[in-house]
């Protein structure tokens, strides 16, 4: 992903897609990236996206600049499903997979309150985050709620641009 999209790489990764984000990348490290690792460039980036793909990098480019209307986007194009799964979550931070822990494990690590209210925390080895679900869990709900109700129309605002080519 280019640098406009830290915040949607976050989004993926806390569903549990890989989501590589190198903000301080040129273009052609970018695309050399997508390649290595056999990823899709994912961009808002018109220049970058013609880029990419005369150079035969697999590319997608982004149509909106809202969060959840790009979920619901990616969702249609690429079929990424738009619920959380807590055994597949990733590092919103690293993109690393977390593991399941038992909280008191954690003791001295993570705030009282949550160790108290968690029996389970996700722990990510490489950068040390913990995570749990406190109240920004209904944050991340409410968008997903908003990607699936403008997904129909995302989808069909696809299927009328492909036509039209």
């Known amino acids: 992903m280019d640098a406009m999209l830290g915040d949607l790489a976050k989004w993926l990764r806390i569903l549990g897609y890989n989501a590589v984000y190198l903000p301080k990348h040129d273009d052609k490290e970018l695309m050399d990236e997508a390649v290595k690792e056999g990823l899709t460039l994912i961009t808002r980036d018109k220049e970058l996206f013609k880029k ?45 997979e977390l593991k399941l822990v038992v909280s008191k494990s954690f003791e001295g690590k993570a705030p009282r309150n949550v160790l108290a209210a968690n029996k389970i925390l996700w722990y990510c080895e490489s950068c040390n985050s913990i ?24 989808a069909n605002r696809i299927h009328m641009t492909k036509i039209m080519k």
């Open 52 to 96: 990419a793909l005369s150079k035969g990098v697999e590319a997608y480019l982004l149509s909106t600049y809202k969060c959840y209307e790009a979920l619901a986007e990616l969702s249609v194009v690429f079929g990424i499903r738009l619920d959380l799964n807590p055994f597949e979550t990733r590092c919103p931070k690293c993109n690393r």
């Open 131 to 154: 995570y749990w679900v406190g109240s920004h869990y209904r944050s991340i709900r409410r968008i997903l709620n908003m990607a699936k109700e403008v997904r129909p129309v995302v």
